[in-house]
């Protein structure tokens, strides 16, 4: 269980909790375009008195809370950026001890949980009492509210962090999605837009010309006979296709999304071979083709396993703690696949309990949230 003061202080702030939940999580920030909630949450910590907080060129809220000369650096994050493109404010209800509102769990409860922790230590700081919350024999303390974790953000956030902080990190850890299950292996992926072109024409005047929407299926066919590697778990997908101009036009230009994933290294090397192949297959049949990367996610590199398991019970520990339930481990693409890429300890812990994660019907129970809040608290403070 946790120490009395932290429990009294969650306790003392559940309403502040579900206030902040309620406006972060109106405030649109889709990847990439997190400016609106990086002033806000920059602004916040400032008010509680948070020194040293600034906004980086990726857009990260970075708070420097406790720098130590010796003994390394944890970083502890929980992303601000949003799958919705919305550039007004997202819509949010309630309904009892329900909040629906996109990116209501991922990840704007987990944000809050971490920001609720930060004001409990930039407190503790001015009141001289940081020793006793969080004593000097341990690693200093990097929190950070990131941007571009979703999608086409690329994970910018966190790779700004570990090329300025990298070699100094001891242990990530990053809170996202719900309290039942911990990621502590990644799961790197490939993304791609693919666009074939021709010449088109008049669907009856130049019937018998190449159709572009005709040859991209071509290609969809053949990426759909890659045989996935049986060990590890390896899956690939064609997310979107567009093209075309009219019905009677033979089109002209057709592309997709197309994105690979696995949890093994060289799972992904076989399926970016794999999918050279076929492009080549198809340039070799005359196909004009383009591919265009657009996303790359590393795989975990060689981490310490003694390191890594001690950062992961710990985690365990503090979600058992809290739920009295044994978290679910597993791999995923977070946060956590770029410290991993980088040999670092990494975990990824959830704050909630909900549901709908990247749809518009996205739902937490909001009373959840004290627990999240007690899962961050146990995981930074708590040795
Ligand atoms: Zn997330």
């Known amino acids: 269980m946790l120490n009395e003061s932290m429990e009294q202080f969650i306790r003392e702030h559940k309403e502040e909790a579900f206030e902040l939940l309620r406006t972060i999580g109106r405030i649109p920030a889709p990847s990439n375009h997190e400016e609106k909630r990086a002033a ?3 602004q916040w910590l400032k008010e509680q008195g948070a020194e040293g907080v600034i906004i980086d060129e990726a857009l990260n809220v970075v ?3 406790v720098t130590r000369e010796t003994a ?3 970083v502890y994050m929980a992303h ?5 493109p919305d550039k007004e404010d997202l819509p949010l209800t309630e309904n009892g001890d329900f909040i629906f509102c996109p990116g209501i769990g991922d990840d704007t409860a987990c944000l809050v949980c971490l920001l609720m922790a930060a004001k409990y230590l930039a407190r503790a700081i001015k009141e001289d009492r940081l020793e006793e919350v969080y004593p000097s024999h341990l690693p200093g303390l990097l929190l ?3 941007s571009g974790e979703e999608g086409l953000g690329n994970l910018k956030g966190v790779r700004k962090i570990c090329e300025k902080y990298g070699n100094q990190i001891s242990a990530f850890c990053t809170f996202d999605s719900q309290l039942d299950k911990l990621v502590d292996q990644a799961v790197g992926s490939e993304r791609f837009r693919i666009t074939v072109r021709t010449q088109g024409g008049h669907s009856f005047n ?3 010309r190449d159709n572009a929407i005709e040859k991209l299926a071509e290609v969809i066919s053949l990426l759909y006979r890659i045989p996935v590697p049986e060990n590890g778990r390896t899956t690939f997908n064609v997310g979107q296709i567009q093209g075309g101009t009219s019905v009677n036009t033979i089109a002209q230009e057709a592309h997709m999304l197309y994105e690979f994933r696995s949890d093994r290294k ?3 090397d076989y399926m970016h071979k794999q999918f050279d192949a076929v492009i080549e297959e198809a340039r070799a049949a005359g196909i004009e083709i383009q591919t265009e990367l657009l996303g790359l996610r590393p795989c975990s590199g060689k981490i310490d396993p003694g390191r890594q398991a001690e950062l992961l019970g710990r985690a365990v520990a503090a979600v058992e703690a809290v739920t009295g339930m044994r978290p679910r481990t597993g791999s995923g693409s977070t946060d956590c696949n770029i410290p991993m890429s980088l040999g670092i300890p990494s975990v990824c812990a959830g704050c909630y309990r909900g549901g709908g994660a990247h749809t518009r019907e996205e739902f937490i129970e909001a009373s959840s949230l004290t627990d999240g809040c007690r ?3 146990h995981m930074m403070f708590q040795r």
């Not at 601000?80 to 919705?84: A, K």
Request: hydrophobic share 50%; charged share 15%; with cysteine.
């Open 40 to 42: 806000f949450c920059c």
């Open 63 to 65: 708070y420097p809370a």
């Open 72 to 74: 390394g650096l944890e």
């Open 80 to 84: 601000m950026d949003v799958v919705f």
């Open 144 to 146: 950070v509210c990131n």
């Open 206 to 208: 130049d019937f018998g």
């Open 266 to 268: 060289e799972n992904l």
């Open 375 to 377: 899962v961050v608290f």
